[in-house]
Nanobody, 122 residues
């Protein structure tokens, strides 16, 4: 089970931290992905993190603005988003798959949480 939270409305240049709480996995051998669905567009990958090591890959548009961190004790993955732009407005999802390799491909994830809405507007 995945539970995403932390979305909201923010002005351009602002920050938000999204959380994805993971439960039901019996091992640390899984990968957490953050994806987003922009209004009227398809879903795109934001990041992919190997939960045990914290090793992360980012989407090309992140450009150093977003950072993923892992709290193993809380089974939670955070997506810190800084310098937000209006084009970051989207419904953000976290997803999980077993294994230890990054993937930015959405259909390779087996479990999805509900989305959390991020709105960046002045």
């Amino acid at each position: 089970q995945l539970q995403a939270s932390g979305g909201g409305a923010v002005q351009p240049g602002g920050s938000l931290r999204l959380s994805c709480m993971v439960s039901g996995f019996s091992t640390d051998n899984y990968v957490i992905g953050w994806f987003r669905q922009l209004p009227g567009k398809g879903r795109e990958a934001v990041s992919s993190t190997v939960f045990g090591s914290g090793s992360t890959s980012y989407g090309y548009f992140v450009e150093g603005r977003f950072t993923v961190s892992v709290d193993n004790a809380k089974n939670t993955v955070y997506l810190q988003m800084n310098s937000l732009k209006p084009e970051d407005t989207a419904l953000y999802y976290c997803a999980a798959r077993t294994g230890s390799a990054h993937t930015m491909v959405d259909y390779q994830y087996d479990y999805w949480g509900q989305g959390t809405l991020v709105t960046v507007s002045s």
